[in-house]
C-alpha cells in the first residue's frame, strides 16, 4: 500500500473541492467535507460517503440542521492505487461523486456519466 501522509491526504482533497467549478460549489450549503483513515468495519472498501439531506430533497422543514458530511477515507483509497498519480486522480472521482450525491444524484445516474 502506498504511503501518503494524511497531511498530504488532506491536501489533495482540498485541490479536488478546489477543482469543482465554483458554480457548483456555491450552491453547496450546509455542508462539511472530512478526511478519515478509516470506513466503518462492515464497508472496509468504501473510498467515501455522503451523509445529509441532498439538496433536491430539502423543503421548509430544513433548518436548524448540523451540516451534511462528506467523507472521504484515506486507506482504502491508498490501498487500490500504484502510486500518486492514481491517488490524485481516485480522490478526485470520489469527491465529485460524494458531492454528486449531495446534490441529489444517484449511483445510477452517476454510473451512466462515468464515476464508478
Do not use: K
Not at 4 to 11: N, S
Not at 13 to 42: H, Q, R
Not at 66 to 92: F, G, K, Q, S
Amino acid at each position: 500500500m502506498l504511503n501518503i501522509p494524511r497531511e498530504d491526504f488532506e491536501a489533495l482533497v482540498a485541490e479536488a473541492l478546489d477543482s469543482i467549478p465554483p458554480e457548483l460549489t456555491g450552491l453547496m450549503t450546509n455542508v462539511a467535507v472530512f478526511v478519515e483513515d478509516d470506513p466503518p468495519p462492515d464497508d472496509p472498501e468504501l473510498l467515501g460517503i455522503y451523509d445529509g439531506v441532498p439538496l433536491t430533497e430539502r423543503d421548509g422543514w430544513y433548518s436548524g440542521v448540523l451540516p451534511d458530511r462528506i467523507t472521504i477515507y484515506r486507506n482504502p483509497t491508498l490501498a487500490i492505487c500504484e502510486n500518486r498519480d492514481d491517488v490524485v486522480a481516485e480522490v478526485e472521482i470520489t469527491v465529485v461523486h460524494e458531492i454528486a450525491h449531495h446534490f441529489g444524484i444517484d449511483d445510477a445516474r452517476l454510473h451512466e456519466l462515468g464515476y464508478d
